[in-house]
């Protein structure tokens, strides 16, 4: 059974900081690629950044780079994102995803981990 499981939202002050943390099992965690997304209320899901198998290969959206990095310990099949100097509009409900390396599809997705950032 695939599941993905984020952890570390919360509420925290604009300029402050978050680890989001995803625990994933039930697939080959290695041979995916990883991703993280969010979605505002009343917003469409966006992406966040994207890690490769390997963690060679990193992508981010305009948005939060120089503020977010991904990274991924695939002995311990956890991916992570380091936030840094958050700001209001990055409220949202953050979710982990694995896609298939070579393909741009996510497959699994996990539940969502509630992140509240305060002006």
């Known amino acids: 059974q695939v599941q993905l499981v984020e952890s570390g939202g919360g509420l925290v002050q604009a300029g402050g900081s978050l680890r989001l943390s995803c625990a994933a099992s039930?697939?080959?965690?290695?041979?995916?690629?990883m991703g993280w997304f969010r979605q505002a209320p009343g917003k469409e899901r966006e992406f966040v950044a994207d890690?490769?198998?390997?963690?060679?290969?990193?992508t981010y959206a305009d948005s939060v780079k120089g503020r977010f990095t991904i990274s991924r310990d695939n002995a311990k099949n956890r991916v992570y994102l380091q936030m840094n100097s958050l700001k209001p509009e990055d409220t949202a409900v953050y979710y982990c995803?694995?896609?298939?390396?070579?393909?741009?599809?996510?497959?699994?997705w996990g539940q969502g981990t509630q992140v509240t950032v305060s002006s």
């Open positions: 039930g697939f080959t965690f290695s041979s995916n690629a």
């Open positions: 995803a694995a896609r298939a390396t070579q393909t741009a599809q996510y497959n699994y």
């Open positions: 890690i490769s198998w390997s963690g060679h290969y990193i």
